[in-house]
């Protein structure tokens, strides 16, 4: 879910949209979690102004808080070395003026540092990887966390998140143990790791932070069109697992990336980011109305809140595959859910 999703899969023709009017909630958005807002990857150095420009246009529309995303880059599963891609992430004079121009508006921000693959064979992703050396990858890795912890605390950052969907990394408690002692060392904010939706069970590192973080890319249906009724009873049982756990852990749950692109098949396979098959807003829609229905009402000892994926400057609903919610029917009950009005 790091990778641009704008453009990607097999465009089919671009046929004339007809975008269905905004149906009534029937029910008040209040009750809502203190931490809502969008993700925003920081991956386009040529977009410096479009970001400015989305930062403020998201602060108009009711909009208090952005999970910034950042990327170093591997060359492949079995690298040691991590480093930043100058043509795949701002600089950090560029992530500067972001922070400063968000803090300015009253916006306030969170910092996630990813780990991208230059190269992977088939489905291969950073969950897998797996180097000759785990104490160089590791040393290599705590450099890149600890310069980013750096920013988030020269700048002013509220939420850090000290990694992203690691899997594989997950068993070396030890290791995590003491990356994380070396960031509070370094940044003073709340702590967060970002734990796969079907894996966030199996890392023992909580008690080190100060929230458990997770994506959430669940399979909410069986049928394209699913109502949405249903798709909330599908929820119920997920968030009884989910906070039973965070009921035993201590911590609240904040989800660090929640979100379902523009295609029909989005209710089923949300974390397919290379979907196939025709856009449906419609479908779209239903999966942000069950959202902003069952993650309502629930005691902040629990859920601290959620960040939507994403806010990508320049996206539009032609845009195949897209996450990014420009000119699409579910952005105006997002906003409404942003905003709290």
Not at 24 to 46: A, D, S, Y
Not at 166 to 173: A, D
Not at 292 to 316: C, D, H, M, N, S
Not at 322 to 330: D, T, V
Request: hydrophobic share 40%; glycine share 8%.
């Amino acid at each position: 879910m790091t990778l641009v999703v704008s453009g990607m899969g097999t465009t089919p023709p671009v046929a004339r949209r007809l975008l269905p009017p905004l149906p009534p909630l029937k029910f008040p958005l209040t009750q809502l979690p203190p931490i809502r807002g969008f993700c925003m990857q920081l991956e386009v150095p040529g977009h410096y102004t479009a970001y400015r420009h989305s930062i403020a246009r998201l602060r108009k529309r009711g909009c208090r808080w952005i999970n910034f995303v950042i990327n170093a880059r591997q060359n492949n599963v079995k690298s040691e070395h991590i480093g930043f891609l100058k043509s795949s992430t701002l600089s950090p004079r560029h992530i500067r003026h972001i922070l400063a121009y968000s803090h300015s508006l009253g916006i306030e921000t969170m910092l996630m540092p990813i780990v991208l693959l230059n190269h992977a064979t088939g489905t291969q992703w950073r969950g897998e990887i797996k180097p000759p050396s785990w104490a160089k990858w590791f040393a290599s890795y705590r450099h890149y966390i600890l310069t980013v912890a750096g920013w988030a605390q020269r700048y002013r950052v509220s939420i850090f998140s000290v990694g992203s969907e690691l899997i594989s990394t997950e068993p070396f408690t030890g290791r995590w143990d003491r990356l994380i002692s070396a960031v509070r060392r370094v940044y003073h904010g709340k702590l967060t790791y970002s734990a796969n939706w079907d894996h966030y069970r199996y890392v023992q590192f909580w008690n080190k932070l100060d929230y458990i973080g997770m994506n959430s890319y669940y399979d909410l249906a069986r049928h394209n069109q699913s109502p949405v009724q249903n798709v909330v009873a599908r929820w119920k049982p997920i968030q009884t697992r989910i906070f039973r756990f965070a009921d035993v852990i201590g911590k609240p749950v904040l989800i660090t990336e929640i979100g379902w692109d523009n295609l029909q098949n989005t209710l089923r396979k949300p974390w397919d980011y290379v979907g196939s098959g025709k856009i449906e807003p419609a479908v779209q829609l239903t999966a942000y109305r069950a959202f902003v229905r069952a993650w309502r009402g629930l005691p902040t000892r629990y859920f601290a809140g959620a960040f939507i994926w994403e806010w990508y400057p320049g996206a539009k609903p032609t845009d195949y595959g897209s996450y990014s919610l420009q000119g699409e029917p579910a952005l105006k009950l997002v906003s409404r859910w942003i905003s709290g009005r």
